[in-house]
């Protein structure tokens, strides 16, 4: 049972377990935005639907039915149990991110836990823009290719449980954003825009590590 959230899992992505009866227990992420109402067994946050069964409110893109808003859904996750959540909106950006009322029961646990230990991607990684000499202090990388270079920051991401590199290109005085999505420990996926365009999925800008 969840009697408190503590003020430092407020606002972001922790993991709420279900215990469930003769079988292994299931979790699923949520984000808590508002515990004023905890005492009656309801917290306000965030559900991400890609984590859930298609029902008769999520398609089978995982996404909700805008029917289904503002009245109580059964959500049952992939990894089993269920649990009733009332959805207010869904957000523009990411249709899969909800907003809404989370039933509080007995069998929920919260695990808020901190992001794993930061993933470093220093070295030589072949791309397909050529080789990038990634360097990396904390959270902050630099890296160097034939043709320029890059800046940002490594940040992981609760939702997909997977380090991302935002940040931007620079080739002279050209420039755009960049989103390496880091998919094992030697492997990323990425994508590019130019400008001030976001990054989109027909700029590709993939890469493995060589050393």
């Known amino acids: 049972m969840i009697y408190d959230i ?13 215990d469930l009866a003769n079988q292994t227990s299931s979790t699923f992420s949520f984000l808590p935005v508002n515990a004023e109402n ?22 089978q893109q995982q996404q909700l039915i805008i029917g289904c808003q503002n009245k109580w859904v059964y959500m049952f996750p992939v990894r089993g149990g269920d649990f009733v959540f009332w959805p207010t909106k869904f957000e523009a950006h990411n249709p899969k991110l909800i907003l809404g009322w989370l039933n509080i029961t ?6 808020c836990e901190a992001a794993p230990s930061i993933f470093n991607i220093t070295g030589n990684w072949k ?22 270079r890059v ?3 490594l940040v992981f991401n609760q939702a997909k449980s997977k380090w ?18 880091f998919d094992t420990f030697n492997k990323f996926t990425g994508m590019f825009g130019r400008g001030a ?8 800008w993939n890469g493995n590590r060589t050393v």
């Not at 009656?40 to 398609?59: D, M, Q, S, V, W």
């Not at 791309?127 to 320029?148: K, M, R």
């Not at 290109?169 to 954003?177: D, F, L, T």
């Open 106 to 111: 007995n069998n929920m646990n919260l695990q």
């Open 197 to 204: 365009e976001e990054p989109i999925p027909g700029n590709v």
């Open 127 to 148: 791309t397909d823009y050529g080789q990038i000499v990634f360097t990396q202090t904390g959270q902050n990388v630099t890296g160097s290719y034939p043709n320029g």
């Open 164 to 181: 991302e590199l935002t940040g931007k290109w620079y080739e002279g005085i050209r420039e755009g954003k960049i989103l390496f999505t």
């Open 38 to 59: 905890l005492k009656n067994r309801f917290l306000y946050g965030y559900i991400y639907t890609a984590e859930y069964k298609p029902t008769e409110c999520i398609t």
């Open 6 to 18: 503590p003020q430092n899992c407020m606002n972001k992505w922790t993991t709420i377990r279900l």
């Open 151 to 153: 800046e940002g920051k």
